[in-house]
């Protein structure tokens, strides 16, 4: 038996005894007693900080308690997603984890510290993300199809920053150099936020950034986007192309992102948090100030724990064979 089937059967059970009931409702309803710590495992200042605090605040308001951030960086997602995975299940540590951590790094590492699928509970969705190619404004290129020439030419001495091995924008960097069968160094910082501040002065040449993070860059002239990671182009940039246009295909690598708790959450509390994220996904407040940004909501029927959990694995079966098939993996 699966373990979705037991826990709809578990659910089903109780269900029928109001006996039963009585402990899963009342500790449901008290939950959040206390302060929610919600690990973000990468720096302040990039996408995954940012959504985290956006959602957070709605959290807070929704179910009465702090959610509180604490970004625990470093090796590409990896050391917070670990850290997180062996928090105590008890619906006080939470984090978010994204297609970088809980995707890409079960195929680029050889060992993970935990199972993206089976080491956790999963929550919600809070949506998906495009990647967008972002080069440093003086960069002497004018559009994707001179990137291309120029990075065939010069790839060698370019360096692009990461948010370290495993993570996303990592991923989109290496992926990349495969396509473009360039050799661009990989710049690891502890998250994107601070890697744009060395784009932004000039100091590294590119970036394979989220929209949420590069739009405002974009719009204040602090960068330049060249193409959008997509097989299509998106509504919040449409003058920007798509690398499809120029032939390049297989750079589309959606960043989802989601709330993960410990395996062994009571089941009633990750019922509750899926009800408040679901909720904060149809929220026009927060979908005004992320929508714009390039942050596509989940859809809301498989935005439940069987169907994230399952969106994972499908996930990691469609990417970590085109990762190894890439010789991408890391040591
Ligand atoms: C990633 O590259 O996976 C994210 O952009 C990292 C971050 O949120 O800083």
């Known amino acids: 038996m699966s373990h979705e089937t037991r826990i709809?059967?578990?659910?089903?059970?109780?269900?029928?005894?109001?006996?039963?009931?009585?402990?899963?409702?009342?500790?449901?309803?008290?939950?959040?007693?206390?302060?929610?710590?919600?690990?973000?495992?990468?720096a302040a200042g990039g996408p995954t900080d940012a959504i985290a605090r956006v959602y957070a605040e709605f959290l807070s308001r929704d179910l009465g308690q702090t959610f509180v951030i604490e970004n625990i960086a470093g090796a590409g997602g990896t050391i917070g997603s670990t850290k997180a995975a062996?928090?105590?299940?008890?619906g006080y540590t939470i984090q978010i984890g994204q297609a970088g951590t809980h995707v890409s790094s079960v195929g680029l590492y050889?060992?993970?510290?935990?199972?993206?699928?089976?080491?956790?509970?999963?929550?919600g969705l809070l949506g998906d993300l495009p990647q967008i190619l972002i080069v440093r404004k003086d960069l002497p290129v004018k559009d994707f199809r001179e990137f291309v020439d120029y990075v065939k030419k010069n790839g060698d001495k370019m360096n692009a920053g990461t948010a370290g091995p495993g993570s996303s924008s990592h991923m989109g960097g290496?992926?990349?150099?495969?396509?473009?069968?360039?050799?661009?160094?990989?710049v690891p910082y502890r998250g994107t936020g601070p890697a744009m501040n060395d784009l932004i002065s000039g100091k590294i040449d590119f970036m394979v950034e989220v929209s949420l993070t590069a739009m405002p860059q974009i719009q204040g002239g602090n960068i330049r986007p060249l193409a959008v990671f997509r097989s299509a182009r998106i509504a919040t940039l449409p003058e920007v192309p798509s690398t499809n246009e120029f032939g390049v295909a297989g750079l589309d690598f959606p960043v989802w992102l989601g709330?993960?708790?410990?395996?062994?959450?009571?089941?009633?509390i990750v019922g509750r948090l899926n009800a408040s994220i679901r909720k904060a996904t149809a929220d026009p407040t927060l979908r005004a100030r992320l929508s714009p940004l390039g942050l596509e909501m989940?859809?809301?029927?498989?935005?439940?724990?069987?169907?994230?959990?399952?969106?994972?694995?499908?996930?990691?079966?469609?990417?970590?064979?085109l990762i190894k098939g890439a010789g991408l993996q890391l040591d």
């Open 86 to 90: 062996k928090a105590n299940p008890d």
């Open 259 to 268: 709330y993960l708790a410990p395996k062994g959450t009571p089941v009633d």
């Open 298 to 321: 989940p859809n809301d029927a498989t935005n439940n724990p069987v169907g994230f959990k399952a969106f994972i694995q499908s996930e990691i079966d469609r990417w970590v064979p």
């Open 8 to 42: 709809t059967r578990r659910a089903f059970s109780i269900g029928l005894g109001g006996a039963l009931l009585a402990p899963y409702t009342a500790r449901a309803q008290s939950y959040p007693a206390r302060t929610v710590t919600v690990i973000v495992p990468f």
């Open 110 to 123: 050889k060992s993970l510290g935990y199972n993206p699928v089976t080491d956790y509970e999963h929550l």
């Open 174 to 186: 290496a992926m990349l150099n495969v396509r473009l069968g360039s050799k661009v160094t990989l």
